[in-house]
């Protein structure tokens, strides 16, 4: 270890070798001269008063600190206030509605349709008898070229004593508008709430989300709706086809002589038949959701029983509970963002004095 | 105000050289850099405290320009001064003659990080207390200190100081 008087010697012969130049004061003297003073913020809030004792005692506490901390403080607390805000629990209805694919309820067609063999196309000479039939009374609706399988859901907030009327009562329009109610069950419990399975004509698909409305506060809406009129058209198409070649088939047997012909000749005509009875399947699951469309609807009550009507101190006073609690659990939701913030806050306040740090060197 | 002013550049002005002269390799940017700490004191001399606080601010600000212009000559070769490197340094104990120049002194400051550079110039040349040296460094005195001794720790291992004999038995013992 070389000793602090080696050291002194050291540097000091060693800067002894170097003459500072004659004219270096001069030259700064001139631009002292000629320089224009400015006086810099960071400068601001240092007078000559300050001790170097107080200023070096700790550095981030001077008043430019006090100010950077604010600044940052300040921050943290808007961008946490504006998180929170953004983020606040939504306690009131929201309706997001989709639209609504308008069922191609322009009568174009004038066949009626009565059976599910023609709702798929042209009738067919000596068909076997068909499959049960779409319940009739739709023989009198127009027929339509597009079909369209229409889907929807409906939620629907009602009051908590009033779900099994609604469900009811939702069950009433869809028979009103020609259509059942596919399934329905309710529940029971301190919340109660209903699922009803609607199925009604296409056409009338937009009448029951008006009608449901009379019963409730829809709160969700949403429909989706497929154009499935290319597969019933292939579908009608390969039909006819098999349809054809079981004639030709049939008219073959006449002409059969052997039994070994006959035999071989009829096996081809019931493979055939098995084959258009599956697709006959198929049409009429197609035809039968393209003639009704389907609509779901829960009935649901509000989280938060709400007291109407109620005057008086009674009412002022449950509006205040309700609001002090619904304050609470914001600022418990709004906590965590700030909390968030503040961590990043604090994370990034050591870089951020390293950083005003080097900022004070580069100007003083 | 201005004459004061003058009075105080004239007489810290060979100083201020040197030690920049020290921190710098090149005699030319350290002219640059005092004459531009000088003109940096005198615009915020508002904000610097006159009288005996002056001088640690003073080097202050130089060591920061030393600092930019050591930046900035970085990627220029650096041209050690101009010394005369007959020029030995102080003989060792019992007369011996070190074999250490002036040249070695400069490369072995050289050789040492910033920082550590800065305490050591600062302290033993300069002959600023840890208070100053902390003043002018913006640390506390507690870190100049530790940095001093890191500082000799190092300059004592450098290869360019090889040479140099202790001048009195009791510096073999400070390691």
């Given at each position: 270890m070389i000793s602090e008087d080696d050291l002194r010697r050291m540097l000091a012969i060693t800067a002894a070798g170097t003459d500072p130049p004659d004219d270096g004061v001069e030259r700064i003297l001139l631009a002292r001269e000629a320089d224009v003073p400015r006086r810099g913020w960071l400068s601001r809030g240092r007078r000559a008063g300050h001790t170097d004792r107080g200023r070096q005692r700790a550095g981030w506490r001077q008043p430019r600190w006090a100010i950077a901390g604010l600044a940052l403080v300040a921050v943290v607390l808007g961008g946490g206030v504006g998180i929170g805000l953004l983020s606040a629990p939504e306690d009131s209805a929201s309706t997001s509605s989709t639209a609504v694919a308008p069922p191609?309820?322009?009568?174009?067609?004038?066949a009626p349709r009565s059976t599910a063999e023609s709702s798929v196309g042209s009738s067919v000479p000596g068909a076997p008898a068909p499959a049960p039939p779409l319940p009739g009374r739709f023989s009198d609706l127009p027929a339509t070229d597009a079909r369209v399988v229409q889907t929807g859901q409906i939620t629907l907030q009602v009051d908590p004593d009033r779900v099994p009327e609604a469900v009811d009562r939702l069950g009433a329009i869809a028979t009103g508008l020609r259509g059942y109610v596919a399934s329905s069950s309710t529940t029971d419990s301190s919340s109660p709430s209903g699922t009803v399975m609607l199925r009604v004509p296409s056409a009338a698909y937009p009448q029951v989300l008006a009608q449901a409305r009379g019963l409730g506060q829809v709160t969700r809406s949403s429909s989706d709706s497929e154009d499935v009129t290319s597969q019933v058209v292939d579908l009608s198409a390969r039909i006819k086809t098999l349809q054809d070649t079981r004639t030709s088939y049939q008219a073959l047997l006449g002409r059969a002589g052997t039994v070994d012909e006959i035999l071989q000749v009829q096996q081809q005509i019931s493979d055939v038949q098995s084959e258009i009875e599956q697709l006959q399947g198929r049409a009429r699951v197609l035809a039968d959701q393209a003639d009704l469309a389907t609509v779901s609807v829960t009935v649901t009550t509000p989280s938060s029983p709400r007291v109407e009507d109620e005057d008086g101190f009674a009412g002022a006073w449950d509006r205040a509970l309700d609001g002090f609690a619904d304050g609470l659990q914001w600022l418990i939701a709004a906590s965590g963002p700030v909390l968030l913030v503040v961590l990043i806050g604090a994370v990034l306040f050591w870089p951020a004095r390293r950083l005003l740090r080097l900022l004070e060197r580069r100007i003083i | 105000m201005a004459d004061e002013f003058d009075e105080w550049v004239r007489a810290s002005y060979p100083v201020a050289y040197r030690t920049a002269a020290l921190l710098l390799p090149n005699p030319a940017d350290a002219q640059e850099a005092v004459q531009e700490a000088f003109l940096r004191i005198w615009r915020f001399r508002d904000a610097i405290p006159s009288g005996d606080g002056r001088r640690a601010w003073l080097y202050r600000v130089v060591v920061n320009t030393c600092h930019s212009r050591g930046r900035a000559a970085a990627a220029r070769p650096k041209v050690v001064a101009e010394l005369d490197p007959e020029r030995p340094l102080p003989t060792g104990a019992d007369g011996e003659e070190s074999i250490v120049r002036a040249t070695d002194v400069r490369r072995a400051l050289e050789a040492l990080p910033e920082h550590l550079r800065a305490v050591v110039v600062l302290t033993y040349y300069v002959g600023l207390v840890d208070r100053e040296v902390g003043v002018a460094l913006g640390k506390r005195p507690g870190t100049i200190r530790a940095r001093l001794l890191e500082a000799r720790r190092r300059l004592a291992a450098d290869p360019h100081l090889a040479g140099w004999a202790p001048t009195a038995p009791e510096a073999s013992n400070d390691l």
């Amino acid at each position: 270890m070389i000793s602090e008087d080696d050291l002194r010697r050291m540097l000091a012969i060693t800067a002894a070798g170097t003459d500072p130049p004659d004219d270096g004061v001069e030259r700064i003297l001139l631009a002292r001269e000629a320089d224009v003073p400015r006086r810099g913020w960071l400068s601001r809030g240092r007078r000559a008063g300050h001790t170097d004792r107080g200023r070096q005692r700790a550095g981030w506490r001077q008043p430019r600190w006090a100010i950077a901390g604010l600044a940052l403080v300040a921050v943290v607390l808007g961008g946490g206030v504006g998180i929170g805000l953004l983020s606040a629990p939504e306690d009131s209805a929201s309706t997001s509605s989709t639209a609504v694919a308008p069922p191609s309820s322009d009568s174009t067609g004038t066949a009626p349709r009565s059976t599910a063999e023609s709702s798929v196309g042209s009738s067919v000479p000596g068909a076997p008898a068909p499959a049960p039939p779409l319940p009739g009374r739709f023989s009198d609706l127009p027929a339509t070229d597009a079909r369209v399988v229409q889907t929807g859901q409906i939620t629907l907030q009602v009051d908590p004593d009033r779900v099994p009327e609604a469900v009811d009562r939702l069950g009433a329009i869809a028979t009103g508008l020609r259509g059942y109610v596919a399934s329905s069950s309710t529940t029971d419990s301190s919340s109660p709430s209903g699922t009803v399975m609607l199925r009604v004509p296409s056409a009338a698909y937009p009448q029951v989300l008006a009608q449901a409305r009379g019963l409730g506060q829809v709160t969700r809406s949403s429909s989706d709706s497929e154009d499935v009129t290319s597969q019933v058209v292939d579908l009608s198409a390969r039909i006819k086809t098999l349809q054809d070649t079981r004639t030709s088939y049939q008219a073959l047997l006449g002409r059969a002589g052997t039994v070994d012909e006959i035999l071989q000749v009829q096996q081809q005509i019931s493979d055939v038949q098995s084959e258009i009875e599956q697709l006959q399947g198929r049409a009429r699951v197609l035809a039968d959701q393209a003639d009704l469309a389907t609509v779901s609807v829960t009935v649901t009550t509000p989280s938060s029983p709400r007291v109407e009507d109620e005057d008086g101190f009674a009412g002022a006073w449950d509006r205040a509970l309700d609001g002090f609690a619904d304050g609470l659990q914001w600022l418990i939701a709004a906590s965590g963002p700030v909390l968030l913030v503040v961590l990043i806050g604090a994370v990034l306040f050591w870089p951020a004095r390293r950083l005003l740090r080097l900022l004070e060197r580069r100007i003083i | 105000m201005a004459d004061e002013f003058d009075e105080w550049v004239r007489a810290s002005y060979p100083v201020a050289y040197r030690t920049a002269a020290l921190l710098l390799p090149n005699p030319a940017d350290a002219q640059e850099a005092v004459q531009e700490a000088f003109l940096r004191i005198w615009r915020f001399r508002d904000a610097i405290p006159s009288g005996d606080g002056r001088r640690a601010w003073l080097y202050r600000v130089v060591v920061n320009t030393c600092h930019s212009r050591g930046r900035a000559a970085a990627a220029r070769p650096k041209v050690v001064a101009e010394l005369d490197p007959e020029r030995p340094l102080p003989t060792g104990a019992d007369g011996e003659e070190s074999i250490v120049r002036a040249t070695d002194v400069r490369r072995a400051l050289e050789a040492l990080p910033e920082h550590l550079r800065a305490v050591v110039v600062l302290t033993y040349y300069v002959g600023l207390v840890d208070r100053e040296v902390g003043v002018a460094l913006g640390k506390r005195p507690g870190t100049i200190r530790a940095r001093l001794l890191e500082a000799r720790r190092r300059l004592a291992a450098d290869p360019h100081l090889a040479g140099w004999a202790p001048t009195a038995p009791e510096a073999s013992n400070d390691l």
